[in-house]
């Protein structure tokens, strides 16, 4: 049973709009939320995180919300460029496990068209 | 950012041979980790480890075995490598709650 969700396997944005990627959770106890940025080939790039205890955190062109009570949290990333084109990764770590261990949706693949 | 190292980055191999995944980190993080991840599925966790002589399997089961006796090298084998091997292979480090990656081995095995 999953319990980080990214229900979206895709999504293809024009350059200069905003992308907006979801991510869903099932377990209450996890306290830090991160998204994370892989290209084909590459290991996973850390791209921002937030706090359980937050309800957003913004580093230039991201922006992450969490909406604790819907379990839910978005990447924003405004305006898009064609490098941003990859696969995204949204990880949530539990709370009081095993001393750091995240769990990671299956990912999203952005395409960002010029 | 942490500085942690992979090799090999690609690996084509035999049944039944054995094969050593090294990983490295230059950052002196006490947390590593790997992990297996196929396309399109979320990363699996298969082994940590919280410091030297300290390592634990993870959610994943997996027939590799990992060692931690230097902070920074923290290598994966496979003692009789079989075609459900076959995957990408990513070692992660940390201080924190944020891990860093490898750039990852790409293992086939036919």
């Known amino acids: 049973d999953q319990q980080v969700k990214q229900n979206s396997p895709s999504l293809s944005v024009q350059e200069g709009r905003i992308s907006i990627l979801n991510c869903d959770y099932t377990n209450s106890m996890f306290d830090y939320f991160l998204w994370y940025k892989k290209y084909p080939a590459e290991g996973p790039t850390f791209l921002i995180s937030i706090s359980s205890i937050k309800d957003k955190n913004e580093d230039g062109r991201f922006t992450v919300f969490l909406n604790k009570s819907a379990k839910h949290l978005s990447l924003h990333i405004v305006p898009s460029q064609p490098g941003d084109s990859a696969v995204y990764f949204c990880a949530a770590r539990y709370y009081g496990g095993s001393q750091g261990n995240l769990i990671f949706g299956k990912g999203t693949k952005l395409s960002v068209k010029p | 950012e942490a500085d942690i190292y992979q090799t090999p980055r690609y690996l084509v191999i035999g049944t039944g041979k054995k094969i050593t995944l090294e990983c490295s980190q230059t950052m002196g993080h006490d947390k590593m980790y790997w992990y297996q991840q196929d396309p399109g599925m979320e990363l699996h966790l298969i082994h940590y480890?919280?410091?030297?002589?300290?390592?634990e399997k993870g959610d994943l089961s997996s027939e590799s075995t990992v060692s931690r006796i230097r902070t920074e090298h923290f290598p994966l084998t496979l003692e009789s490598a079989r075609p459900s091997h076959t995957s990408q292979y990513l070692c992660?480090?940390?201080?924190?709650?944020?891990?860093?990656f490898g750039p990852g081995t790409r293992l086939t095995v036919t």
């Open positions: 480890s919280y410091g030297v002589n300290s390592t």
């Open positions: 992660a480090s940390s201080a924190s709650y944020e891990q860093y």
